[in-house]
């Protein structure tokens, strides 16, 4: 029996760790189980699906086998179930979410690097990776997406310098395994810093 590949347990995690905070993000919206799951599962496949239809790669990842879809499910219901009975914190919701961006983030760089893209074109798959499950979530729970908040701080901005590195260390030789840690150690670590600093990029204004 084969073991799964460093890809598939980085995917698995990824999308355990998405749905969770699309459980939590629906913590006082009067939502039943029903609407919590779809707010799960849209949350950990969104990235994804877009990346995968957008490089032709179908049918997307989680429709392949039960196993991500299961996966998904079975994290959603175990943190509806909890959460009702533990009030989790907010910050809960922050870690795992920037959890999920540094999970996805990577995995979209490394399928545009598999794939033969150009560095540029590679950092930009991993940043929709990282981010448009999270966007599909807010919208459908009716927030401003994380990604456009100033004080969510840093988000997208965490996910393109980590998926740079990755191409950078990869262009350079670097292991693959290695440069996924370093990516996502970076994606964790803005994300984090920025929370805990209140770091962001300067808002447009008028004068």
């Known amino acids: 029996m084969s073991l799964p590949s460093p890809q ?9 760790v998405s749905s969770i905070t699309g459980v939590l993000a629906a913590r006082g919206k009067k939502i039943d189980l029903f609407g919590v ?11 994804g699906t877009v990346r995968d239809v957008l ?9 392949r086998g039960p196993g991500l879809l299961i996966n998904a499910t079975v994290a959603a219901l175990l943190t509806f179930f909890v959460a009702r009975f533990y009030k989790l914190p907010h910050r809960a919701l922050v870690v795992a979410d ?20 150009s560095p540029p074109v590679a950092v930009l798959l991993g940043v929709v990776t990282g981010v448009a499950g999270g966007i599909a979530r807010d919208v459908l729970t009716g927030e401003v997406p994380m990604v456009f908040r100033p004080e969510i701080r840093l988000y997208a901005t965490a996910a393109l310098c980590g998926a740079a590195v990755f191409v950078a260390l990869h262009g ?11 990516g996502a150690g970076l994606v964790l670590a803005l994300r984090l810093a920025a929370i805990y600093w209140k770091l962001s990029l300067p808002l447009f204004e008028a004068r």
């Open 37 to 47: 799951l779809v707010l799960a599962l849209v949350t950990a496949f969104g990235g």
């Open 55 to 63: 490089v032709g790669d179908l049918p997307v990842a989680w429709l």
């Open 8 to 16: 598939l347990l980085l995917e698995h995690f990824g999308v355990f």
């Open 98 to 117: 920037a959890l999920a961006l540094a999970f996805f983030t990577m995995l979209g760089t490394q399928k545009g690097v598999a794939l033969a893209f």
């Open 172 to 182: 350079l030789g670097v292991g693959g395994s290695l440069a996924t840690a370093a």
